[in-house]
Nanobody, 116 residues
Framework: VQLQASGGGLVQPGGSLRLSCAASGFTLADFTVGWFRQVPGKERQEVSCISPSAGSLYYYTDSVKGRFTISRDDRKNTLELQMNSLRPEDTAVYYC?????????WGQGTLVTVSS
């Protein structure tokens, strides 16, 4: 069972990045999946999530509404986060996550740095 995140990097304010998370060993569509982020000295924060495919509901934290879009490709078993209009305060390590009952899987984190 593994979640492999990718797509982080350095981007200027106002720019865009697309994060991807590939799942292996389980089916993402059966899980609540999402993205979290963490900066040093602060708690990990939920950014966005999608409920299982059977009745997909979407959540975005207020600070990213209208700028970030979460999506899941059930055919590829991947989760993505399109991030537009990035701000310096979006700088963090981003983690993908999948939860179902007592099962709770985390990706390894990918660093997003928004700076000029």
């Amino acid at each position: 069972v593994q979640l492999q995140a990718s797509g982080g990097g350095l981007v200027q304010p106002g720019g865009s990045l697309r994060l991807s998370c590939a799942a292996s060993g389980f089916t993402l569509a059966d899980f609540t999946v999402g993205w979290f982020r963490q900066v040093p000295g602060k708690e990990r924060q939920e950014v966005s999530c999608i409920s299982p495919s059977a009745g997909s509901l979407y959540y975005y934290t207020d600070s990213v509404k209208g700028r970030f879009t979460i999506s899941r490709d059930d055919r590829k078993n991947t989760l993505e986060l399109q991030m537009n209009s990035l701000r310096p305060e979006d700088t963090a390590v981003y983690y993908c996550n999948a939860q179902k009952g007592r099962l709770n899987y985390w990706g390894q984190g990918t660093l997003v740095t928004v700076s000029s």
